[in-house]
C-alpha cells in the first residue's frame, strides 16, 4: 500500500489529480502518480485512447479501469490494465479528498472508468 502524503488537482482544458506517495525505501523521497484526463479533444483519439491515462513516475500504466475509495478508511484502490494500486489517504486533509473527488467527479463523464465511493 502506498501512503499519499498529499494531493495536487487541476481542472481546465486538462483534468489532472497527482498524488505524492511517501518512498519507503527513501524517507525523504516522494514518488508520482498522476490521473490525466483531456476530455475537450478526446473526441480526436481512437476509442480506445479515451479516458483517464495513469501514470506512475512519468512511465505509463495504461487508462484507468476503475478507482474505488472508501470514505471511512480512507483508502482507495486504483485499477489500471497493468495491475492495480492501493492508496493510504489517512496523512491527506479532508478538503484535499473533497478536491480530489470533485476531479475524479469530473473526469468520469463519458463512462471510461467505474468510479465506486464506499
Known amino acids: 500500500m502506498d501512503t499519499v502524503s498529499f494531493i495536487t488537482t487541476q481542472t481546465g482544458d486538462d483534468l ?3 498524488f505524492a506517495i511517501v518512498d519507503r525505501a527513501d524517507a525523504e523521497g516522494i514518488r508520482s502518480l498522476t490521473l490525466l484526463r483531456t476530455p ?3 473526441f480526436f483519439m481512437p476509442t480506445t485512447e479515451r479516458g483517464v491515462h495513469v501514470l506512475f513516475e512519468g512511465q505509463s ?3 484507468l479501469k476503475s ?3 472508501s470514505e ?5 484502490r486504483l485499477t489500471t490494465p497493468r495491475g ?3 492508496l493510504d489517504f489517512s496523512h491527506v486533509s479532508d478538503q484535499e479528498v473533497q478536491a480530489m473527488r470533485q476531479v475524479l467527479g469530473l ?3 463519458g463512462g471510461h ?3 465506486r465511493n464506499t
Open 61 to 63: 500504466q495504461g487508462y
Open 16 to 18: 489532472i489529480l497527482s
Open 84 to 86: 492495480g494500486r492501493e
Open 72 to 76: 471511512l478508511s480512507r483508502m482507495a
Open 113 to 115: 472508468f467505474e468510479l
Open 40 to 42: 475537450k479533444y478526446e
Open 67 to 69: 478507482f474505488e475509495f
Open 107 to 109: 473526469m468520469v463523464e
